[in-house]
Antibody, heavy 121, light 108 residues
């Protein structure tokens, strides 16, 4: 069973850049798609975007101007950068693996524990 | 965006009850619908995909049905471990992938 672990600062100042990394416990980073999802009490679960098994990216249009996802296969990691953050970006951020291809491909079968990021001065 | 609306937002039930949660999409998602269970402080857990396919290891008391824009999650006999919040998610459109607002199942 793959393990995912988010890491990064828990506090980011307004207008600065939020940067998180997800470490993958096995060698599957080039086999699956990997997403970032965030959760706020008010807005529920929000998909941020994914980096595909081949390294291409797809973003939520509402965040596309501020988001960049990348991966480092040698380190078995993928990363999120979110620029110009505001208090509205305060959330628990999860990294997640997409289910294998076929009828479950757009769902998430493995998740990290989540990391709370607070945007505040 | 495809908007996902769940009802009810909160449901009070007792152990042994049959529970049904509804998820409505703003347009047809053609069966590309998943259900997750989330407990406090934990990540969501995938229960059902493609509207009615049970993930391996998920108890058979969970079932999903529906088509087009309307779907249901049913728990046939609620167990103590089932008190949690449930979310639907559509994956018919990746622009963007979207979740419902959640249904909290609490003890009556």
């Amino acid at each position: 069973q793959v393990q995912l672990h988010e890491s990064g600062p828990g506090l980011v100042k307004p207008s600065e850049t939020l940067a998180l990394t997800c470490s993958v416990s096995d060698d599957s980073i080039s086999t699956y798609h990997w997403s970032w999802i965030r959760q706020t009490p008010g807005q529920g679960l929000e998909w941020i975007g994914y980096v595909s098994s081949s390294g291409t990216t797809n973003y939520n249009p509402s965040l596309k101007s501020r988001v960049a996802l990348s991966r480092d296969t040698s380190k078995k990691q993928f990363s999120l950068r979110l620029t110009s953050v505001t208090a509205a970006d305060t959330a628990v951020y999860y990294c997640a693996r997409h289910s294998p291809g076929g009828t479950a491909a757009g769902t998430f079968d493995s998740w990290g524990l989540g990391t709370l990021v607070t945007v505040s001065s | 965006d495809i908007q996902m609306t769940q009802s009810p937002s909160t449901l009070s039930a007792s152990v042994g009850d049959r529970v049904t949660i509804t998820c409505r999409a703003s347009e047809s998602v053609a069966g590309w619908l998943a259900w997750y269970q989330q407990k406090p402080g934990k990540a969501p857990k995938l229960l059902i995909y493609k509207a009615s396919s049970l993930v391996a290891g998920v108890p058979s008391r969970f079932s999903g049905s529906g088509s087009g824009a309307e779907y249901t999650l049913t728990i046939s006999s609620l167990q103590p471990d089932d008190f949690a919040t449930y979310y639907c998610q559509q994956y018919h459109s990746y622009s963007p992938l979207t979740f419902g607002g959640g249904t909290k199942v609490e003890i009556k």
